[in-house]
């Protein structure tokens, strides 16, 4: 039985950021799916939609500042 092998945090923020536009190859998505920590997604997700928001935030300060 083969030992998977599981990829670093910041290949996993990678995936997540690229998943947020939508275009991944398909061999690419296989891949991540393999190799991913899935705790690891959802840490990455997490802080990528917090980052979102954080710079939508920002953006509306600014545009609607007087």
Known sequence: MEAKKRTGF???IKAVLWSFFGIRK???YESDAANLNPVHVIIA????VALFIGILLTIIH???AK
């Open 26 to 28: 398909g061999k690419d």
């Open 62 to 64: 600014f545009v609607l």
């Open 45 to 48: 997700a997490v802080l990528a």
């Open 10 to 12: 910041a290949a996993t």
